[in-house]
Every structure is written in structure tokens, then in C-alpha cells.
């Protein structure tokens, strides 16, 4: 009887052992499985800025005169089909692929009055499970809108002999 006790000990310290040993196995991940991707999304990061003050006509902007911005994103396989996403100073999430996007200020929540518009970005390349930066800054430019006076006046040397003057109106570049 005394031999018997200690292989009872041994197998019930083995039995416990593969018990842990099998829970341990159920919890990891088959190696002879691929890893599922859980997203075919990427995200872009950017920057978006106002323009300066290098136009004198126009109104200085800047970023605190918007309620939103969105982007509008338009796959160049399917240009009629955009995807928008608001800005929100954090990266933004897309599906993979290549895109051009255009981001478009708001004065107001529902996105009704335009401000500001950027020009078109080409080519934006989203790879699953990466960032992708754009280089430059987005920079929103005004939307000419409304009426106004445009005053200036000129001053003639008083050496001129002959000065011509020439009345237009002014147009939108």
C-alpha cells in the first residue's frame, strides 16, 4: 500500500498539470492560422490652416470662424460616389485606397453656409492599418461671396507730363 500513495500523488499532480496545460492551449491562437486584419481601414492625418493675410480684398479668416469643416473624400474609380468625414483636429479613418479629397468650412453646424473651401488634393494613398500624413498643410481659402466697395487712390509724381487713366470693374480670378 505504501507504493501505491506516492503514484496516486503523481498522477493527480500530472492530471492537474495537462488541465492547465489544455486551458493554456485553448486560450492561444492556432499558429497554423493566418491572423485576421480587423479593419481594411487606414487613417490620414492632417493639418488644415487659413490663409493669411496676403489678400487685401477678401477678409482675413480664421479657424475659430468655422462650426465645422468637412472632408470629402472621392475615390478615383468611383468619383460619384464621396465619402464625408467632419474634422476634427484628429486623424481620420478610411477604407484603403487611393483618394482625393477637398475639406469645406461651415459658418454654421448644419453645414448650409459655405466660408471657406480648400483646393482639390489628388491622389491620397490609405493603407489598412497605417497612417498616412499629407505633406503640406490644407489650407482653406474664402469663398468670394457678397458685394462691397473696392476704394483706392493714386498719386501722380509731379514730374509726369501725361498720366492715362482707365475705368474697369473688377473680376473673380
Known amino acids: ?9 503523481i498522477i493527480r499532480v500530472a492530471s492537474l498539470l495537462a488541465m492547465f496545460g489544455l486551458f493554456a492551449l485553448a486560450g492561444c491562437q492556432n499558429p497554423m492560422q493566418r491572423p485576421v486584419v480587423a479593419t481594411e481601414d487606414g487613417t490620414l492625418s492632417l493639418v488644415i490652416e487659413t490663409q493669411g493675410r496676403e489678400r487685401a480684398i477678401m477678409p482675413t479668416i480664421t479657424m475659430n ?4 469643416i468637412r472632408l470629402s473624400f472621392a475615390d478615383s474609380a468611383n468619383p460619384a460616389s464621396p465619402i464625408y468625414r467632419d474634422w476634427d483636429n484628429a486623424p481620420v479613418s478610411l477604407p484603403a485606397g487611393t483618394w482625393d479629397m477637398r475639406a469645406t468650412a461651415y459658418l454654421d453646424d448644419a453645414a448650409t453656409v459655405e466660408a471657406a473651401r480648400s483646393a482639390l488634393i489628388p491622389g491620397i494613398a490609405v493603407i489598412p492599418g497605417q497612417t498616412a500624413t499629407l505633406a503640406d498643410p490644407v489650407i482653406l481659402l474664402p469663398i468670394p461671396q457678397g458685394q462691397g466697395t473696392f476704394r483706392w487712390s493714386i498719386g501722380f509724381p509731379a514730374s509726369a507730363v501725361r498720366a492715362k487713366w482707365k475705368s474697369g470693374s473688377l473680376t473673380r480670378a
Open 1 to 9: 500500500m505504501r507504493n501505491i500513495r506516492p503514484i496516486k500523488c
Open 65 to 68: 470662424d468655422f462650426s465645422r
